[in-house]
């Protein structure tokens, strides 16, 4: 048997775009362009050049962040293609403006706010940067602390808004240090602090009651990057202190969440909040050509970014529609699938004495090396699995982390040095869960053909 792609949403989409098209009945017939046999002929060379990718959307590619999208999602996105509408003013995207009021709302609901402003953007990167710019307007000429694990874009978008950016250090486990983010913030420079409730190299959860503390006593704002961890609010299996941290998420200042990571949103989908709709006055400013047609708020006032994709809205509102985003729903069942299948492929690592684990998931992301008598052996035997495991079609990825991470073994993963090339797997499938045995059987494999032979260290 071989894989086949989901096709009935081609099916649906049919259907659904005669619906669109009952809609527009009234208009008088008119030409445009249509794909004729060069087109298809084009359209097939595509789906050839397309071949040269990991296979992003099968459980055995257990590597990067990458998750594919609902089918509703994808259908409703290519529905939305037929009209292009723009969510920059309301009459380039009159429902899909609508759409994203009620979806964005609907994230802000989960966060816990009612009251609330908040767009969709392109994706986290220009989230944050708006997350950060509004932090800038409020905190004129004060710092912006990030842990060292949060995600690299926090030090360049602080660089790009001219504001100061300070690294602060993180504990064995890859959560931002309270006594090194005390350190900082006693000092009154810090105007923001950004708590990351899920890291992007190891899914690690800053400990957001004790930065509020801290906030309580020193004063700054908070900012939660949850670009990749925001929806595991709604699970209900994380460990005590993750849950501490998501629960008190609504007392941040500003909070990112993409869609499209664990939103199962195609990318072009991220999404910024504020607390306080009142940083809209930030936004203010005039488009004499495009605030014509209506009195209510267009989103372009209140985002940076001036064309938008509506198809984005469009996808992120039907998935909603299908897979509500509440707490023991079917949408955090499938969460809670991902986060079991890390911890269950951590456990199995964990008990293989060729692999030394770092500390247990927070959420979905697993991180291990090869056991080693050096940084440099155990880095060049990391990238060598990572090549054989690809070699039987099962592709992971490969992380620079800091050896400390592996404390309890560290000796094994070279002491010495500062960091380690590690093996890096983000479970985000749900299905990952049924194929922690096969997966699990091909790293076996492959590290049978690496550990006998003799590896050259870098
Ligand atoms: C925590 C976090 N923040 C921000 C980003 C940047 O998001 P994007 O790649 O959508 O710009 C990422 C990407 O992985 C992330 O994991």
């Not at 504001?163 to 006594?179: C, K, N, Q, W, Y």
């Not at 909040?273 to 005039?286: I, W």
Request: charge should be negative.
């Amino acid at each position: 048997m071989t894989y086949t792609l989901e096709r009935h949403s081609l099916e649906a989409l049919r259907e659904a775009l005669d619906a669109l098209e009952r809609g527009f009945a009234s208009l008088p017939p008119a030409g445009g362009a249509v794909l004729g046999v060069e087109g298809e002929r084009v359209l097939r060379e595509v789906a050839e050049r397309l071949h040269d990718n990991y296979p992003y959307f099968h459980p055995l590619y257990a590597g990067q962040m990458l998750k594919p999208p609902h089918p509703v999602a994808r259908a409703a996105a290519a529905l939305a293609d037929w009209v292009n509408p723009n969510n920059h003013a309301l009459d380039g995207g009159r429902a899909s403006s609508r759409l994203e009021k009620e979806a964005v709302s609907e994230l802000a609901a989960m966060v816990g706010w009612d009251d609330h402003l908040g767009h969709l953007a392109s994706g986290g990167t220009f989230a944050n940067l708006e997350a950060l710019w509004v932090a800038g307007k409020v905190a004129p000429g004060r710092k912006i602390a990030a842990s060292r694990q949060a995600h690299y874009t926090h030090e360049r978008i602080s660089a790009v808004l001219g504001l100061d950016f300070v690294a602060i250090d993180t504990d064995r486990r890859g959560r931002m240090s309270m006594e090194a983010l005390e350190e900082q913030v006693r000092h009154g420079e810090i105007g923001t602090v950004v708590a990351t409730l899920g890291t992007t190299a190891v899914g690690s959860v800053d400990p957001l009651p004790r930065i509020l503390e801290l906030q309580a006593r020193y004063g700054f704002r908070v900012h939660v990057d949850a670009a990749y961890g925001g929806y595991f609010k709604l699970i209900e299996t994380l460990a005590p202190e993750a849950r501490a941290a998501f629960d008190r998420m609504g007392e941040a200042d500003s909070v990112v969440i993409d869609p499209h990571k664990h939103g199962l949103q195609p990318y072009g989908c991220g999404c910024v909040l504020f607390r306080d709709p009142s940083v809209g006055r930030f936004y203010r400013h005039e488009s004499p050509y495009t605030y014509f047609s209506s009195a209510e708020l267009h989103l372009g006032e209140i985002s940076l970014e001036c064309s938008r994709p509506g198809r984005a809205a469009v996808a992120l509102w039907a998935t909603q529609r299908l897979l509500p985003l509440v707490r023991g729903g079917e949408f955090a069942r499938l969460l809670e699938r991902s986060r079991s299948a890390a911890l269950a492929l951590h456990a199995r690592l964990s008990s293989n004495p060729r692999f030394v684990t770092a500390f247990a998931p927070e959420l979905d992301i697993v991180v291990w090396a090869p056991r080693a008598s050096s940084a440099a052996e155990a880095s060049a035997r990391s990238r060598a699995i990572f090549e054989a495991c690809a070699r039987r079609g099962l592709h992971l990825a490969v992380a620079q982390l800091p050896v400390a991470f592996f404390d309890h073994d560290e000796s094994h993963v070279g002491s010495g040095a500062a960091t380690v090339a590690c093996l890096r797997s983000v479970l985000m499938k749900p299905e990952h869960l049924d194929w922690i045995d096969r997966i699990a059987s091909i790293l076996d494999e492959a590290a049978d053909e690496v550990l006998t032979a003799p590896v050259v260290a870098a």
